[in-house]
C-alpha cells in the first residue's frame, strides 16, 4: 500500500516529528518492535491543546486532540522508518492518557479520535490494542498524550 497516496487522499498533513524535550528518545527500535514515546496534543499551528476534560474541554474537543496525538506518532513513525511508511507491519497497542476531572469518564471516546486515525491511514494492519487512562495532569498542562508501540516488516 502507498500510504503518501493514503494521507494525500485523507486531506492529512503530518506535523514535524519533533525531538524529545528531556533525556529520553522519541522512538526506539528492538529486534522488530518500534516505540513511540509520548506524543502530547498540539494543534495544527504548533500551539499547545491544554486544558482538562470535563471542565475547559467537552469530549469533542478531547477527540480531536487525541487525534493530532496519533497524527504526531504516525510523523515519528515514518522518521524512524527512513520515510517509508510501508514498513509498517502492524500498530499493536496505543496507551493514551486524558487529563481530566475526577468525574469524566469518557477517556475511551476521547481516546478514539487516535484509534480512529490510525485505522484510517492504515486499516486492518492499524487495528491495536489499547487503554485509555485518565490523569489529574499531564505536561505542559496538555489534554491529552498517547504513546504506541508498532512491529515492522
Known amino acids: 500500500m502507498n500510504y503518501e497516496d493514503k494521507l494525500k487522499n485523507l486531506n492529512i498533513k503530518l506535523p514535524e516529528a519533533k525531538a524529545p524535550v528531556g533525556n529520553y528518545v522519541a522512538t526506539k527500535i528492538s529486534g522488530k518492535m518500534l516505540f513511540i514515546s509520548g506524543q502530547i496534543s498540539i494543534d495544527e499551528s504548533g500551539q499547545l491543546i491544554k486544558g482538562k476534560l470535563g471542565k475547559d474541554l467537552d469530549t469533542e474537543a478531547g477527540y480531536n486532540a487525541a487525534k493530532r496525538c496519533a497524527l504526531s506518532i504516525i510523523a515519528q513513525v515514518k522518521k524512524a522508518c527512513g520515510d517509508d ?8 497497542k ?6 481530566s476531572t475526577d468525574d469524566f469518564i469518557e477517556q475511551p471516546k476521547v481516546i478514539n479520535g487516535a484509534s480512529d486515525l490510525i485505522a484510517s491511514i492504515f486499516g486492518d494492519i492499524g487495528m491495536h490494542t ?4 485518565s490523569t489529574n495532569s499531564l505536561p505542559l498542562g496538555v489534554s491529552v498524550e498517547v504513546d504506541a508501540i508498532f512491529e515492522l516488516n
Open 130 to 133: 489499547r487503554a485509555a487512562v
Open 85 to 92: 511508511l510501508s514498513k509498517v507491519k502492524s500498530c499493536i
Open 94 to 99: 496505543l496507551t493514551g492518557f486524558v487529563n
